[in-house]
C-alpha cells in the first residue's frame, strides 16, 4: 500500500510538471500604456539657459522646444569661427598668388 502511494505521487508529480512546462511556452500578450514620469534630455552645444518655454508636468513631443541658450555664447564660437575663416582664406590666397621674390630667393640660399 505504501509503495501505491509513493508510486501515485510521483505520478501525480510527474503528469503536473508536464502539465506546468507545457503552459510556460505560451507567450502572454497583453495591452495598455506604458506612462514615463520622467526623461532625461540632453543638448547638443553647451550654454546657459535663458528662457525655459515649458512648465513642469506640461505634456511635450519629440522636437518641441523646450528651453533657449543664451546666445553669447554661441556668439563668440561664430566670431571665432569667422576669424579662422578670414585667416585660413588669406593663407590660400597668399599661396595661390605664388612666391613673392623675396620668398623665392630665401628658398634658393
Not at 21 to 34: A, M, Y
Not at 52 to 61: D, P, R, S, T, W
Not at 92 to 97: C, E, G
Amino acid at each position: 500500500m505504501k509503495r501505491f502511494f509513493f508510486f501515485g505521487a510521483i505520478a501525480i508529480a510527474l503528469t503536473g510538471t508536464l502539465i506546468l512546462s507545457q503552459h510556460r511556452h505560451e507567450p502572454l500578450t497583453v495591452s495598455g500604456f506604458v506612462e514615463a514620469d520622467e526623461i532625461r534630455v540632453g543638448s547638443r552645444v553647451g550654454g546657459r539657459v535663458h528662457r525655459v518655454l515649458v512648465e513642469e508636468g506640461n505634456e511635450v513631443q519629440a522636437g518641441d522646444l523646450l528651453i533657449e541658450l543664451e546666445p553669447f555664447d554661441l556668439l563668440e564660437r561664430k566670431a571665432q569661427a569667422q576669424q579662422t575663416i578670414a585667416q585660413t582664406s588669406a593663407a590660400l590666397a597668399r599661396l595661390q598668388s605664388g612666391f613673392r621674390q623675396e620668398e623665392k630667393g630665401q628658398a634658393e640660399s
